[in-house]
């Protein structure tokens, strides 16, 4: 865990609190249907967490999963995350697929505005 600080134009940062993953049981995101940055980490102790937002949590979350993935091959448990945002086959989990995401918000309101335009007789 690192703290963060500003000192006039300087970012100081320091190192509080090291965790190995090895040691990590589970991730409990807290709330899958809501839109919150907090989450918990479980190690021999609980850990409650707060994220700058709610895609960061997921981004780490998917970070730490790959990490396991590579490494440790373990059982590990993410709980309460939504399932479509944590897998990397999902068009809505990258943030470097947002381009699709948005190409698509873009088609249905082209679609919404067609159709607001036309006449039925």
């Known amino acids: 865990m690192v703290k963060h600080w500003r000192v006039d134009r300087e970012e100081k940062y320091e190192i ?23 989450f918990d980490m479980h190690f021999h102790k609980v850990y409650n967490m707060e994220a ?35 897998n990397d086959d999902s068009i809505w989990s990258s943030s470097n697929r947002d381009f699709l995401v948005l190409m698509r918000v873009c088609f249905y309101a082209s679609n919404l505005l067609c159709l607001s335009l036309c006449r039925f007789s």
């Open 16 to 38: 509080v609190e090291k965790w190995f993953l090895k040691d990590l049981e589970m991730i409990d995101g807290k709330e899958a249907d809501a839109d919150n940055p907090y």
């Open 52 to 86: 700058y937002s709610c895609a960061s949590k997921y981004t780490f979350a998917r970070t730490l999963n790959k990490l396991n993935a590579m490494y440790l091959k373990k059982d590990f448990k993410i709980v309460n995350f939504d399932d479509t945002y944590l």
